[in-house]
């Protein structure tokens, strides 16, 4: 039997990193399924989601959470995650405008109202061109229930767009 860990890495970054975390995945027969990992800033951070024999899991994870590596903090959980059963479509979501304090939570606040899931979401604030201010960048995936109303989220989204001068564009997930 095969059992899913999830792991969470973050610290200073250095060169080889991902391969001291990759190796011990590989030594213990393990499969590396899928990871987001980047630098923020100036510290690494990331997630990993590995599959591996159920046997072999607490060796793995012993190895793994013993990694140390310039001060890098590694946490391995058990993936008990049932799978969602009412998500009937997933929409992308751009949000692009002057940069404020609340921003996000007023988006992801419209999600939770509706009850969207956010799957995955990256942000960024960086220089305007020509001088002209931050400017905030945020795309997300979010897994839409059968009982939503789409129009509703748009209406809603579409509020704070015009109350806090920014661009949304709600489109369906393409993948």
């Known amino acids: 039997m095969r059992t899913t860990l999830v792991m969470t890495i973050i610290g200073p970054d250095r060169t080889g990193l991902v391969d001291a975390l ?7 027969g393990g499969n590396w399924l899928e990871s987001r990992m980047c630098r923020l800033g100036g510290p690494f951070a990331g997630l990993a989601r590995v599959d591996i024999e159920s046997t072999k899991a607490d060796a793995l994870r012993s190895e793994i959470e013993n990694i140390s590596l310039d001060g890098i903090s590694v946490t391995v959980q058990a993936d008990t995650s049932a799978p ?15 940069d404020r304090s609340g921003l996000l939570r007023e988006i ?28 905030f960048r945020a795309d997300a995936t979010v897994s839409v229930p059968s009982t939503a109303d789409l129009d509703a989220v748009g209406d809603d989204l579409e509020k704070i767009a015009t109350d806090l001068m920014v661009d949304i564009a709600l489109a369906p997930d393409a993948g």
């Open 84 to 98: 969602v059963d009412d998500v009937s479509s997933t929409v992308n979501v751009e949000l692009v405008g002057q």
């Open 22 to 28: 990759a190796r011990p995945i590989a030594d213990h």
């Open 108 to 135: 992801t606040g419209v999600f939770a109202r509706h009850n969207l899931n956010v799957e995955e979401l990256t942000s960024e604030v960086t220089e305007a061109p020509q001088g002209g201010g931050m400017i």
